[in-house]
Structure formats: structure tokens, C-alpha cells
T-cell receptor
Framework: AQSVTQLGSHVSVSEGALVLLRCNYS??????LFWYVQYPNQGLQLLLK??????LVKGINGFEAEFKKSETSFHLTKPSAHMSDAAEYFC?????????????FGKGTLLTVNP | NAGVTQTPKFRVLKTGQSMTLLCAQD?????MYWYRQDPGMGLRLIHY???????AKGEVPDGYNVSRLKKQNFLLGLESAAPSQTSVYFC????????????FGPGTRLTVL
């Protein structure tokens, strides 16, 4: 069964600092991987996704993530945090083969940005 | 386009009461999903549908029923609400299978007393 582990339920950074949110996955076959963001009192929206076209994926709002098969990781980064980045971030995995209609989500990482 | 909408936004129930949450999407998506979100648990799939007239169980289906009579609507029912069903419920839809982006509604906050 596939699973996702997000290291750190809460990450706090200063404005302008590097943002690094960690995600490790387990999957028996090469997966599709996603990062979603949830702003307070809103639904989730897609930041970026990995679908095997390129290992470095660029998303919205300056975020990017790198797929590392050897480390089974898909960490999310942003060079310089903005106050508006404060939100909860979810990593999710979906297998690429067979009839698979669902995502498995990590437990989320709450990002706080301090002025 | 409204995207994915959910009705109601908030609801308070007493134990044993029933209710139906409505999800509607205007993107002509085949696939629809119901999740619940609890603190520290991420999102967990309750039920999903791969097309009009079809439904299937997800990770945490007990205590819930669903129906997909029309392609654009996906209903989630609680026949006899329990305090353990206090949660935020999200509906989502997607064009295709798991590698496609899921579009989420704004959520319904349900409290069961």
C-alpha cells in the first residue's frame, strides 16, 4: 500500500528565508506525486505535481519540488518566504499503474512565516 | 465557472440526526470524491465515484452513504450522526484517474453534539 510521510507537522520560518517542507513516499510502483496548499478556511488547491516528465517540478507562487527516486522523496522548496505563504501544505501520492482513482495524503505541514 | 461548490458551509447536528451534504461541480468531471479532514490526520477518503450512477468505498466509509444520480452532483449522507463524525468535509472532482488534479470545494464544517 502506498503511503506518505511529511516530516514536521509545523515549520516556522522568517520572511525571506528558505522554505523546505519534507515529503517521503512509499509506493510499489513509480508514483505520481502532488503538493497541495490549504489557506485558512479554504479548500485545497494544487501547487504542483510530478508525473515523470521532469524530476524538478515548478509550481505556482515560486514553489518547486524535486523527485528523488533513490531517496523516495519529493520535498517542496521556495527560496524566499512571503507572509502570504502561511498555510498548511499536503503531500499526496497516487500510483501510476492500474485502476487507481484516489490520492493518499500526508498529514500536512503547517507553515508559519514570521515578519 | 463556479468550480466545486458545497452546501451547507456549516451545520450543527445532535447525535442520531441525519443530514445530507451536497456537492456540485460544473467542470463536467467524471470522478468525484468525499474526504474528511481532522486535525493532524490529513485528508481521508470516505467514498468516491468514477461516473454517474457509480459509487465506491474509500478509506473510512462507515457511517456514511453516497449517491451520484447526476454527473454534476455527489451527495454524502449521514443516517445517524455520531460525535466521531464531527469534522470538516471536502468534496473534490477530477477529469480522469489519479494522476489528474483534483479540484476541491470550500468545505463543510460539521459539528455533532
Amino acid at each position: 500500500a502506498q503511503s506518505v510521510t511529511q516530516l514536521g507537522s509545523h515549520v516556522s520560518v522568517s520572511e525571506g528565508a528558505l522554505v523546505l517542507l519534507r515529503c517521503n513516499y512509499s509506493s510499489s510502483v513509480p508514483p505520481y506525486l502532488f503538493w497541495y496548499v490549504q489557506y485558512p478556511n479554504q479548500g485545497l488547491q494544487l501547487l504542483l505535481k510530478y508525473t515523470s516528465a521532469a524530476t524538478l517540478v515548478k509550481g505556482i507562487n515560486g514553489f518547486e519540488a524535486e523527485f528523488k527516486k533513490s531517496e523516495t522523496s519529493f520535498h517542496l522548496t521556495k527560496p524566499s518566504a512571503h507572509m502570504s505563504d502561511a498555510a498548511e501544505y499536503f503531500c499526496a501520492v497516487s500510483n501510476s499503474g492500474g485502476s487507481n482513482y484516489k490520492l493518499t495524503f500526508g498529514k500536512g505541514t503547517l507553515l508559519t512565516v514570521n515578519p | 465557472n463556479a468550480g466545486v461548490t458545497q452546501t451547507p458551509k456549516f451545520r450543527v447536528l445532535k447525535t442520531g440526526q441525519s443530514m445530507t451534504l451536497l456537492c456540485a461541480q460544473d467542470m463536467n468531471h467524471e470522478y468525484m470524491y468525499w474526504y474528511r479532514q481532522d486535525p493532524g490526520m490529513g485528508l481521508r477518503l470516505i467514498h468516491y465515484s468514477v461516473g454517474e450512477g457509480t459509487t465506491a468505498k474509500g478509506e473510512v466509509p462507515d457511517g456514511y452513504n453516497v449517491s451520484r444520480l447526476k454527473k454534476q452532483n455527489f451527495l454524502l449522507g449521514l443516517e445517524s450522526a455520531a460525535p466521531s463524525q464531527t469534522s470538516v468535509y471536502f468534496c473534490a472532482s477530477s477529469y480522469g484517474q489519479g494522476w489528474n488534479e483534483q479540484f476541491f470545494g470550500p468545505g463543510t464544517r460539521l459539528t455533532v453534539l
